[in-house]
T-cell receptor, first 115, second 112 residues
Framework: GQQLNQSPQSMFIQEGEDVSMNCTSS?????WLWYKQEPGEGPVLLIA?????ELTSNGRLTAQFGITRKDSFLNISASIPSDVGIYFC???????????????FGQGTILTVHP | DGGITQSPKYLFRKEGQNVTLSCEQN?????MYWYRQDPGQGLRLIYY???????QKGDIAEGYSVSREKKESFPLTVTSAQKNPTAFYLC???????????FGDGTRLSIL
């Protein structure tokens, strides 16, 4: 089955630093999604990418859909303490036949920001 | 407010008991999903439903059951056949099976 490798597993950074994390897949995806999860809550959608090569920003967050459609990265610039949480990538296949667009999740990157 | 509501937030189960987790959405979404999250792991799909009165098994359906009698509701039952039920359970919905999924705030299930 499809697998996603997300790295790094965890990051400890100082406030103000930039952060970069990425996901790679053994299979092609048609959509890449990035979510953030805070303790005791559900994941919140940050950015959705629909086209190979697409670069999309949401405030201090920038994400790119890799040209090969097998990878994606997320950058956070000038980190602040409220950026703390777990960041998940997810790849989505398109529905075809009886299949829906299944989401495959990475293992998550735990981000800690020291003030 | 529009959104996805999961209840209860915390749930305790005795050995051999079935328990049902509630998920309600007022977003008029056709598709709904149940995931299980364990520490240090990504989300794993239990069941999904693309439309009312239809649902399909996900990757880890054994020991779980669902129903989709109403568009806005997708309850998950954790049966006694699920040998390791302690986990954080997340419900999600999307406009259809190809649109991004949005999540509720989860239910944490523990075994007494």
């Amino acid at each position: 089955g499809q697998q996603l490798n997300q790295s790094p597993q965890s990051m400890f950074i100082q406030e103000g630093e930039d952060v970069s994390m990425n996901c790679t897949s053994s299979s092609i995806f048609n959509t890449w999604l990035w979510y953030k999860q805070e303790p005791g809550e559900g994941p919140v959608l940050l950015i959705a990418l629909y086209k190979a090569g697409e670069l999309t920003s949401n405030g201090r967050l920038t994400a790119q859909f890799g040209i090969t459609r097998k990878d994606s990265f997320l950058n956070i610039s000038a980190s602040i303490p409220s950026d703390v949480g777990i960041y998940f990538c997810a790849g989505q296949s398109s529905a075809g036949g009886t299949s829906y667009g299944k989401l495959t999740f990475g293992q998550g990157t735990i981000l800690t920001v020291h003030p | 407010d529009g959104g996805i509501t999961q209840s209860p937030k915390y749930l305790f189960r005795k050995e051999g008991q079935n328990v049902t987790l509630s998920c309600e959405q007022n977003l008029n979404h056709d598709a709904m999903y149940w995931y299980r999250q364990d520490p240090g792991q990504g989300l794993r799909l239990i069941y999904y439903s693309q439309i009312v009165n239809d649902f399909q098994k996900g990757d880890i359906a054994e020991g779980y059951s669902v129903s989709r009698e109403k568009k806005e509701s997708f309850p998950l039952t954790v049966t006694s056949a699920q040998k390791n039920p302690t986990a954080f359970y997340l419900c999600a919905s999307s406009i259809d099976g190809n649109q991004p999924q949005h999540f509720g705030d989860g239910t944490r299930l523990s075994i007494l």
